[in-house]
Each structure stands twice: as structure tokens, then as C-alpha cells.
């Protein structure tokens, strides 16, 4: 890598230490001041906090930055540094662009041998060993399937998505493009950080609380960085050469029930979608039938604001105190909206029985109604 080139080189001329350092970009715009666009240029220069810090590049709101003790600098180093590592940016960009370019053809025959594979409903195929050679593949991944919602004007690219994932996890990806607009992304299990745990009683987050976060944070990364409106889900880690096939399914299947059932979210998470699968499952004409048969008045969920109370109060387990925090209402405003809904529909949800077949008329609501 001609970044570590440097590094080392520079390490060994000037016999100090030197550093790499990955700052966010409104931060570094901060700390440098007056920088401007420039700031985010490779080969710019600032001393912050006692040190010259080189830009290297600036990618998905952060900047990489080689960093060294001011004092082991004099003022004709620095420039000189300056225009090394302005070059070794430009060696680094065409080092990608020709990985980049083996690497989009590996990934786009393994797309092809996929689409295949789900044409003929062979869903536990594992990988031909052409594919699988990369030692990756053999390695538990966490699977992510983004689906964008972008249009012609602003296509993105393998190259920048790639590079934007792998900027924000500082760790190797590998990307798969499946149909116009959906990637697979494969990154490696280390990103939950050892936090996931099942046992909660240590005060852990469980792996599905890690999952959910690690995905949450993806998606307002790429949606701000990138491409706007998009869709993610993800599924529990695996082994790409082993079990591809059948993720892939499952992830698509979480996309559509989440852009089906809960217009608005963009992040869907397929062990939080059961009910829905089983609802999906209905025939259509039947939802309306349904619907007709539990409810005195069809219009019941038509108030948005009713909607959004029944939503967040089923969310919160039925808990009025936590919903009434959550919707920002007093405790009796909230009571108020219940018992108004009993009035007009018959059905109290703070009661089992009723909130499941609320929960059950609001979720066919959605899909039959809108």
C-alpha cells in the first residue's frame, strides 16, 4: 500500500513515529479552521495539537490523515511531505482502481452464478470453488442486502460503494451487486466488536440488538454520504460459501415486508417481521374481509395520529408510561386516545386479547388500505 510506503519511509528518514489517524470531517474542518475545501485536498497540511497532520483522502465524512510530532518537522519538511503524500494518494487511487477492477469481475460472475442458482430454486448450492478460492468466503461475514432508491441521475457505482463501506469500517468488504440498484455486502464479523451477547444479565447487548445497531448506523451513513433514500437489512453472521443462497432470500423477504408493513422505516431486521410473514401469507381479498368483520368502523386507523399512538404503544409492550414518554404526551392524553379508540371500535388494547387483534387489523391495514 503506498500509504504505509510513506509511512515507514518517513518513520526511518526522520527517526520518529509516525502515525495514521482517521478524524470526521466536521471535526477536522474545525481543528484546521481557515482550511476550506482544501482541507479535505490529499497532501494538505495543519498543526493540531502538537502535531502535523498530511491529509491523505477524504471519503464517506471522514478524513485519513498521517500524522508526526511538530517538533521533528522543520517548515522545508513539511512541504516535501506534503507533495509525497499528494503523490502517494495518486498511487493509492490507481492501486484500487485496478483492484477494483478484478475484483468488480469476480463480483459480478458470482452475481451471475447467483441468479442463476435462485432461477432454479437451488437455494443450498454452495459456492464453486473458482469463487470460493478467496479465503474471505470461508470466514463468518455479516451479511447486509441494500436496496436503493435513487434515481438515474445519481448512480452509484461498485467502486464507490465499495470504497465508502470499507471507509467506514476501516475493514476489507466484499461487495456483490445483484440486481439493478440491491448489493450484497459481506463484512467481517469483527464490526459488532465482540459486544453481542445473549446473556443480558451481564448488561451486554445481545447480537440482535448489535446487529440492529451496527445496520442502523450503516444506513444513515449511506443515505447521508451517498445515495439518499435506501433500504438495509441484515441477517445473522455466516459463511458466504456455505449458506449465500438462502440469506440473500431472507434478506430480500425482510425488505419486502418492511416496505410493506411499515412504510417509512428503512432499516428491517427479519427476526422483528414474523407476524407479518404469517399476515403476508393472506390472501388479499381476505385481509379486506377481515378487517371488515373485526371492526364496527373501517376508518378507525384512517387518523394518523391514532395510528401513530396504536403503533408506538404496541412497540413499548403495552406500557403507558413508556408511550406516553415516547409520544411526548401526558399520561392522560395518552389514556384519553385509548379509551376513544374503545368507544368507536369496541376494543381495548390494554387488554391481551384485544391488543393482538389490533395489532393483527393494523398491520392488514396497512397493506390493504393504502
Not at 477492477?101 to 437455494?123: C, K, N, T, V, Y
Not at 410493506?260 to 422483528?272: A, E, I, P, R
Request: hydrophobic share 40%; net charge negative; glycine share 4%.
Amino acid at each position: 500500500m503506498a500509504w504505509e510506503r510513506l509511512r515507514s519511509k518517513l518513520e526511518h528518514i526522520l527517526e520518529t513515529p509516525v502515525i495514521f489517524d482517521v478524524r470526521d470531517e466536521r471535526d477536522w474542518q474545525k481543528s484546521v479552521r481557515n482550511g476550506g475545501d482544501k482541507a479535505r485536498h490529499a497532501g494538505f497540511s495543519a498543526i493540531v495539537d502538537g502535531q502535523v497532520c498530511f491529509v491523505l483522502e477524504s471519503v464517506g465524512g471522514q478524513v485519513r490523515l498521517l500524522c508526526l510530532d511538530e517538533r521533528h518537522v522543520s517548515e522545508s519538511e513539511r512541504r516535501l511531505i506534503e507533495l509525497m503524500a499528494e503523490t502517494a494518494a495518486k498511487q493509492q487511487r490507481k492501486s484500487r482502481a485496478a483492484h477494483y477492477s478484478e475484483d468488480e469481475a469476480r463480483a459480478s460472475a458470482i452475481r451471475d452464478w447467483i441468479a442463476h442458482q435462485l432461477e432454479q430454486g437451488s437455494l443450498d448450492r454452495e459456492l464453486p470453488e473458482e469463487f470460493s478460492s478467496e479465503s474471505s468466503l470461508y470466514l463468518p461475514r455479516v451479511p447486509f442486502l441494500l436496496q436503493a432508491d435513487y434515481t438515474d441521475k445519481r448512480k452509484l457505482t461498485y467502486v464507490e460503494l465499495k470504497k465508502l463501506v470499507e471507509s467506514y469500517y476501516m475493514e476489507n468488504v466484499d461487495l456483490i451487486p445483484l440486481r439493478e440498484r440491491e448489493w450484497l455486502i459481506l463484512s467481517p464479523e469483527r464490526v459488532l466488536q465482540s459486544s453481542a451477547t445473549d446473556d443480558k444479565e451481564d448488561g451486554g447487548e445481545t447480537i440482535e440488538e448489535s446487529l440492529e445497531a451496527i445496520c442502523s448506523g450503516l444506513h444513515e451513513m449511506i443515505a447521508t454520504e451517498s445515495i439518499g433514500e435506501c433500504h438495509l437489512a441484515v441477517d445473522y453472521p455466516i459463511v458466504p460459501a456455505k449458506s449465500l443462497l438462502r440469506t440473500i432470500v431472507r434478506l430480500r423477504e425482510a425488505v419486502m415486508l418492511g416496505r410493506t408493513f411499515h412504510f417509512g422505516q428503512s432499516v428491517h431486521l427479519h427476526w422483528k417481521l414474523h407476524l407479518e410473514s404469517l399476515l403476508f401469507s393472506v390472501p388479499e381479498s381476505e385481509r379486506g374481509e377481515f378487517l371488515e368483520r373485526l371492526l364496527q368502523r373501517t376508518d378507525a386507523f384512517a387518523d394518523a395520529e391514532m395510528q401513530l399512538t396504536l403503533e408506538q404503544f404496541f412497540q413499548l409492550d403495552c406500557n403507558v408510561s413508556e408511550t406516553a414518554k415516547k409520544l411526548y404526551i401526558h399520561r392522560n392524553t395518552l389514556l384519553y386516545r385509548l379509551d376513544k379508540f374503545k368507544q368507536e371500535t369496541g376494543f381495548d388494547v390494554r387488554h391481551f386479547n384485544d391488543a393482538v387483534l389490533v395489532k393483527i387489523a393494523l398491520l392488514l391495514y396497512k397493506v390493504t388500505k393504502r
